[in-house]
């Protein structure tokens, strides 16, 4: 069973917190903080995936946004097309678009799942800087694509004019829309957490503390991490899709490498490898967004000092602060 | 398509990749001595140009902008080694990626609370501004040309600094054994900081040379600086040589890409569709060149350690 | 021991590696038969570890072949030649080190029974897993630092661990890369008593600078200098070959 540890107190408040935000904010009828908790639940999902590539298996990908974004994208081109009644394409059969958020976020996991396998294929055979680097340069080649591709709005994005419907809830109140990414957002912790304990999960976590031991008693550290990061790349697509719905809008700034550096950060804050460290990652940049934005409009100025204080001096994040574990094992 | 026209954009390419030999350069010394993934490298490039830009107007000489380009870099360098950067030499890359991300962060935000969002415009030196006339009856800029034969150059200079001097014999022994130059009584702290501050200040340079060609504004340095992750990579990284070759390569190849697909498109698509085609494809041509390199050689064109 | 009706469980032949215009192994052949102790020893920078690392894949070989069980390992990486049956330890520990004793065993149980492409059901609830693991430490004698993260074990419990981890792979030929190294007389005493049992369960290629173990245990020894393998025999043709006390025992082994 799940031990009460300090730490596992610590997620539960932290999960309980986010839950209740959107509540208390329809009872004091201040609408714009059930949107910032979304974005918190949503931003880490993000984190979430990108904390199974890099938190477990140690791989630094600097490019996690190509699937945030392809995600986004895979939200607004099907939507836009439903409204336009105008199929995606005819040949050699005709696909049309749809609003129903179930089959967007399926084609979402699977476009951002197709895109990491590929991205993988190249740059797991390398490793260290060289797979951040390429890692990155993927997702800014995609940027640049989606920036010249003029079919889907170019620089200027897409927007998506109505909210994609989900069966049964009424999408376009926030609070309901809320908790559709909180519950998306709790199942990826789960399936996370079910990872990690499980045979795969052994084999990825060894892949990050020793991969020549795992070649020796014969597990491939290749294939245990391009599906690590195939299923990391799935998730934070998914991540996307619901961002889409939420600003009804996409643009190609979701695969700049702000994006992918601002995913990292999720991570980290939190503290890389635990389970909920996204989520306090999320809500720590969310609220230091929202308390210095409103201060001043170079709140990036100190995030900046904040973040490079917790890298140089608080290595485990804030999780970590408070457990005072520097990795949780 | 003319034949001069052809030249022009080939002439654009390796001025292009002449600008970022200058800024990988510098990246790969840093990482090939002191193991560090440098994502501020950009930064210090924007500092540059802000630098020449501001001295150059208010002085009215683009030269001493220039020499300006070059202090504020190195001393922004040197600063930044001593505060934040040494303490990560020891760190793995995750650290690294993010120290440097939130110092991106940091250098951007400050710049525009100075000197604000609208960008500042530097005019080419009367000196080198106007048409050169090139043997074959075609004209090219000046200033253009300029840069070609500055970086040419700088490109020689550095060769001589790392093969024939004290500091490049140095750099060399830090690139292969650190304990070993340390126990040679170099101070290598102060190596370092030299190294660091030498790269800073080509990615300076390169920033005030390319300031007046484009606009000087805040965040200038990224797209620039994510390219110059792609010519290392390609070159193999630690290696000038490879950053050279990987540069010229790369400046060459997006350049002709932007050039030529659109026209070889319209062979078969009406113009419009063939344009955006083939601007999408030019954007992701470089792209497709690193991975093409990678899969024939993982580690570069010229592997630096083993 | 070396009968000629009888197949090797690992045959090298004339195998070779160059770095640049060194020649770490320059045209070794050597076999290893069911039931023996082949040790291989030289001096320092003998190509000793340049082999070992050919064997199991590390490095691939410039020219040469090396058979295992009638196959031809070329082109096989170091996890397919684990997984054909190679035991292998490292010359310095190689193990997860944040994961405990159990979880390093417990990883080469579940790379030996079956898929690591199980998503779902938790290890530490595998009982199989479980056990299997702790029947090898048990069997090297650290079923009591089973929890002990790996990285906080001393240097001997490591060596004993590697051990474990090769045990569960349930190998056809062992490849114990200086297995003796630092781990104290009596240690090395125990693990003398162990691998002479060993034996048994598949040979073992045993590269070890011992030489009271490798006298104790061998039942043959091959000699590797610069890269040639100079001499193979029982202990007493290679205590008594001039060759070899020249070029090794005389300097190394008063």
């Known amino acids: ?329 | 398509m003319t034949s001069a026209l052809f030249i022009e954009q080939l002439l654009n390419g390796l001025q292009f990749g002449v600008m970022l030999f200058l800024m990988a350069a510098g990246l790969t010394l840093v990482f090939g001595v002191m193991g560090l993934i440098n994502l501020a490298h950009g930064a210090l490039y924007m500092v540059g140009a802000f630098a020449c830009a501001t001295v150059a107007n208010f002085t009215g000489s683009f030269w001493l902008g220039l020499a300006a380009s070059i202090v504020a870099a190195a001393t922004a360098g040197a600063i930044v080694e001593l505060v934040v950067i040494r303490r990560l030499y020891k760190r793995d890359h995750l650290d690294q990626v993010l120290a440097t991300f939130a110092l991106i962060l940091i250098f951007s935000e400050g710049t525009r609370w100075v000197f604000g969002s609208f960008p500042l415009y530097l005019n080419v030196p009367d000196l080198l501004s106007g048409p050169v006339m090139l043997p074959g009856g075609i004209q090219y800029s000046l200033y253009r040309l300029a840069i070609i034969v500055i970086g040419g150059l700088v490109a020689l200079g550095l060769y001589f600094l790392i093969a024939k001097t004290r500091l490049g014999i140095r750099i060399r022994a830090g690139e292969s054994d650190r304990e070993m130059i340390a126990a040679l009584g170099v101070d290598i702290r102060l190596l370092y900081t030299i190294v660091f501050a030498l790269g800073a200040a080509l990615a300076g340079f390169a920033g005030a040379l390319v300031g007046a060609i484009q606009s000087v504004q805040v965040g200038m340095g990224e797209p620039v600086l994510i390219l110059a992750f792609v010519v290392i990579v390609i070159g193999g990284i630690g290696s000038i040589k490879g950053a050279l070759v990987g540069a010229i390569l790369v400046g060459i190849v997006d350049t002709m890409g932007r050039f030529l697909l659109p026209m070889f498109f319209q062979l078969f698509m009406e113009n419009a569709q063939a344009n955006s085609v083939g601007s999408a494809l030019a954007s992701m041509s470089i792209y497709i060149l690193m991975a093409l390199v990678l899969i024939f050689k993982p580690k570069g064109l010229f592997p630096a350690h083993g | 021991m070396s009968d000629e009706n009888r197949v090797p469980v690992l045959r090298i032949t004339n195998l070779y590696k160059s770095f640049g215009a060194l020649k770490a192994t320059d045209g070794v052949s050597l076999d290893l038969y069911e039931g023996e102790i082949h040790a291989l020893i030289g001096p320092n920078g003998a190509g000793k570890s340049t082999l070992i690392k050919q064997i199991s894949g590390d490095y691939p070989s410039d020219k040469g072949s090396i058979e295992f069980l009638g196959k031809d390992l070329a082109g096989l990486g170091v996890a397919d030649r684990a997984q054909a049956g190679l035991g292998r330890t490292f010359q310095i520990s190689s193990l997860a080190l944040e994961f405990s004793a159990l979880r390093n065993v417990m990883l080469a149980v579940q790379a030996k029974s079956g898929s690591s492409f199980r998503f779902f059901k938790p290890v530490m609830k595998d009982q199989a897993l479980i056990d299997g693991a702790m029947a090898k430490l048990e069997q090297v004698g650290l079923e009591s630092r089973a929890d002990i993260p790996a990285a906080e074990l001393s240097h001997g419990e490591r060596r004993q661990l590697e051990i474990a981890i090769a045990l569960a792979l349930k190998p056809k030929a062992f490849l114990l890369d200086e297995p003796m190294a630092g781990m104290g007389p009596e240690g090395s005493v125990k693990l003398t008593r162990f691998l002479d049992k060993l034996r048994h369960k598949a040979p073992i290629l045993l590269v070890e600078h011992d030489m009271d173990a490798v006298f104790a245990l061998a039942d043959r020894i091959s000699v590797l200098v610069y890269g040639q393998v100079v001499a193979t025999g029982s202990v007493e043709e290679i205590r008594n070959n001039p060759v070899v006390r020249e070029a090794y025992l005389g300097t190394e082994v008063v």
Not at chain 1, 64 to 88: K, V
Not at chain 1, 141 to 170: C, H, Q, T
Not at chain 1, 302 to 316: E, H, N, Q, S
Request: one cysteine or more.
């Open chain 1, 1 to 329: 069973m799940v031990k009460l540890t300090k730490e596992n107190s610590l997620n539960a408040l932290v999960a309980m917190t986010l839950l209740v935000v959107p509540f208390i904010a329809l009872a004091i009828d201040e609408p714009f903080y059930i949107t910032l908790a979304t974005r918190v639940a949503i931003f880490a999902l993000a984190g979430v995936g990108l904390n199974l590539a890099l938190g477990l298996g140690g791989l630094v990908s600097f490019g996690h946004a190509a699937f945030f974004g392809l995600g986004g994208y895979a939200a607004g081109i099907l939507a836009s097309h439903a409204l336009n009644y105008e199929p995606i394409f005819t040949v050699p059969f005709e696909v049309n678009g749809t609003t129903e958020m179930l089959i967007i976020w399926l084609v979402a996991i699977l476009v951002s799942g197709l895109a990491a396998l590929f991205i993988g294929l190249f740059s797991l055979r390398t490793t260290g800087v060289y797979f951040i680097m390429i890692t990155l340069a993927f997702a800014q080649m995609i940027y640049y694509f989606a920036i010249s591709w003029p079919a889907y709005g170019g620089e200027d994005g897409l927007s998506i004019y109505v909210r994609n419907k989900f069966p049964g809830v009424n999408t376009l109140d926030p609070l309901s829309f809320f908790l559709i990414a909180f519950c998306v957002l709790m199942l990826a912790v789960l399936l996370v957490f079910v990872l990690k304990n499980s045979r795969f999960g052994a084999a990825l976590q060894a892949a990050r503390q020793n991969d020549e031991r795992l070649s020796a008693v014969g597990i491939h550290p290749f294939n245990i991490r391009l599906t690590a990061f195939v299923v990391s790349a799935m998730i934070t697509g998914l991540a996307g899709a619901l961002y889409a719905d939420l600003n009804r809008f996409v643009s190609p700034n979701m695969f700049s490498w702000h994006t992918s550096g601002e995913i990292m950060i999720f991570v980290i804050l939190g503290g890389v490898g635990r389970m909920f460290g996204p989520i306090v990652g999320a809500a720590l940049f969310i609220l230091f967004e929202f308390v210095f934005g409103g201060l001043t409009e170079h709140w990036m100025l100190f995030l900046g000092l904040v973040l490079l204080v917790v890298v140089l001096f608080a290595r485990g994040g804030l999780i970590g602060f408070i457990t005072g574990k520097v990795r949780h094992e």
